[in-house]
């Protein structure tokens, strides 16, 4: 199983909502990842996970909160989002972080924030 | 920081032509490339890799090739088919600093039949 599974696919919300994305793997990965894709633009990292502790954050607004709660989950909480945070989520997750190769993405969660 | 330039921006071939797509660094500690596929919906696949000790490599019709003097790797898709349109990004991973992708800003490759 090399896949990353993201749920939801798709998700709208307002301002003044909260949400979760959800990221899960198992092929015993132990980095996992939070990627932001503008449309037409590359990803841009905002968290890392290193065997369940947060290892990066990209300077990332308070309003986005990530979670790991174990080895194979990986959630994104989101609350009081601005509509310039509309964009696809990607997950993503390796071997490890001090092993340098693939990172397998997930097919994103897509969000608008109205 | 890392900093990966890439070029062209879009590309349009016809079937069975060669495809071209070169990207730049600017950090000389960096020692992984990666090539990355996105098709429409989906995310990112990885189709080929270079680690900084190799200076070609070749998986069918797609290879990489890198200079690490001039700081520049190239990926080569040959025969093109429809099926490789897509969204084509490059990436460096800076020395020591496993899973954090520097990406390129992507290239939009169109192959017509």
């Known amino acids: 199983d090399t896949e990353v599974t993201q749920t939801p696919k798709h998700l709208v919300m307002g301002m003044t909502n909260k949400k979760s994305l959800k990221c899960e793997q198992h092929?015993?990965?132990?980095?996992m990842y939070w990627y932001k894709q503008k449309a037409k633009k590359p990803p841009e990292l905002m968290f890392v996970y290193s065997y369940e502790k947060l290892s990066i954050n990209e300077s990332v607004p308070s309003r986005f909160s990530p979670e790991c709660p174990n080895s194979s989950l990986l959630n994104l909480h989101l609350h009081a989002l601005q509509p310039e945070d509309s964009a696809l989520y990607l997950c993503?997750?390796?071997?490890?972080?001090?092993?340098?190769?693939?990172?397998?993405f997930g097919e994103g969660s897509r969000l608008t924030v109205l | 920081g890392e900093n990966v330039e890439q070029h062209p921006s879009t590309l349009s071939v016809q079937e069975g032509d060669s495809a071209v797509i070169k990207c730049t660094y600017s950090d000389s500690a960096s020692n992984y490339f990666p090539w990355y596929k996105q098709e429409l919906g989906k995310g990112p696949q990885l189709i080929i890799d270079i680690r900084s000790n190799v200076g070609e490599k070749k998986d069918q019709r797609i290879a990489v090739t890198l200079n690490k003097t001039a700081k520049h790797f190239s990926l080569h898709i040959t025969e093109t088919q429809p099926e490789d349109s897509a969204v084509y990004f490059c990436a460096a991973t800076p020395y020591n600093q496993g899973g954090k992708l520097i990406f390129g800003q992507g290239t939009e490759l169109s192959v017509k039949p």
């Open positions: 993503a997750s390796s071997q490890d972080v001090t092993y340098t190769g693939e990172l397998f």
């Open positions: 092929m015993g990965h132990r980095a």
